[in-house]
């Protein structure tokens, strides 16, 4: 069982920026994708980025130039820097870590971005 812990959502105003961090716990480290997904309200939930433990990387076109998706292998941990973020980016965003046999998610983190 793999326990991963998100941390990093609030509020912000429109253009400004957060760094969303999700770390599992424990000694696992047999991940070969983690990826962020997120839900926006009334929506079902989205993927937004995702990158290898070899760096490939892949990216919602809508957030490509704002989001950048970046991991730590040693850490166990993956990030999601959002900059100018707009209204319609407020969503619970999810990690994500998948094994060979699994994946794993984490609780949710609640990004609101309003004036």
């Known amino acids: ?3 991963l812990v998100e941390s990093g959502g609030g509020l912000v105003q429109p253009g400004g920026s957060l760094r969303l961090s999700c770390a599992a716990s424990g000694s ?3 991940f070969y994708l983690m990826a962020w ?3 926006r309200p ?4 989205e993927f937004v980025a995702s990158v290898t433990k070899s760096g490939i990387t892949n990216i919602l076109d809508s957030v490509k130039g704002r989001f950048t998706i970046s991991r730590d292998n040693a850490k166990n941990s993956v990030y999601l820097q959002m900059n100018n973020l707009r209204p319609e980016d407020t969503a619970v965003y999810y990690c994500q870590f998948l094994q060979s046999d699994r994946a794993s998610w ?3 983190t609640q990004v609101t971005v309003s004036s």
């Open 37 to 39: 997904y997120r839900q």
């Open 28 to 30: 696992a480290n047999n």
């Open 106 to 108: 984490g609780q949710g």
């Open 1 to 3: 069982q793999v326990q």
């Open 42 to 45: 009334g929506k079902q939930r």
